[in-house]
């Protein structure tokens, strides 16, 4: 038995369903081996167990296709800055704190209009959030977009923001970097093996709208060419890393290991 930790099933649920957390304890010492998308979920999982010694970190591969969309960055002649989430409309995704920063931000005169991805309707509570703070003409909903279409799409923003309270490594923040698009990413999970403070892209405190400020007012004073070597940088760390044929080698090697 190979048991993969991915997210949410070891991040929170044991959290809110705390059943959970005696399943996991009496089911660990049976798992022949553990698979981690990241080191944090390892760590985090270790909390139920002693599992180090039969554990592998191996990252989720990115398809390729994004890779070949990569294009150096070029910052945009408008003034507005065009920021970008992408995912469900879900409580630990942190929306809530990029629409306060939204709003701050436009009291500071800085023009941004914000734009949210994914398969998910706002909820109730995030819609009077909007209405209340009078950022309807400053935010965009789109429904869910193929990879494929994602990777064009992605390149119509200047810097992708994912303000989440939980990830393993969140997958669109690795697409945003292989195609060559600035990140800004809260501190959550896994996502510092990857955001490396302004050398991959902005790592700032999870629940924080004032980080989530200052981090947008630093990406739009930093220079043309300090935007390239830092979108460089984050291609070639997700490169190394998330490279699809050296990952399914590694699942590989790890199957072996176990029969």
Known sequence: LVVSFRGAHINYTPIVEAEYQEKYKVVFPFVVAFHGVSKAIIKKASAYGNIADRSTVIYSPIPQFFFEAYQEFKISESKKIHMVSVGRNHWKKGYQYAVDALHALKQKGYDVHYTLIGPSAPTEAFLFQIHQLQLQDSISFKGQLHQDDLTVVLKEYDVLLLPSLGEGIANVVLEAMSIGLPVISSDCGGMAEVVKHKETGWLIPMRSSSA??????????????????????AFELVKKEFDYDCNIEKFIRLYESVV
Do not use: G
Request: without cysteine; charged residues 35%.
């Open 212 to 233: 989530i400020v200052e981090a947008v007012i630093d990406f739009d004073k930093t220079s043309s060419e300090d935007l390239k070597a830092m979108t460089k940088s």
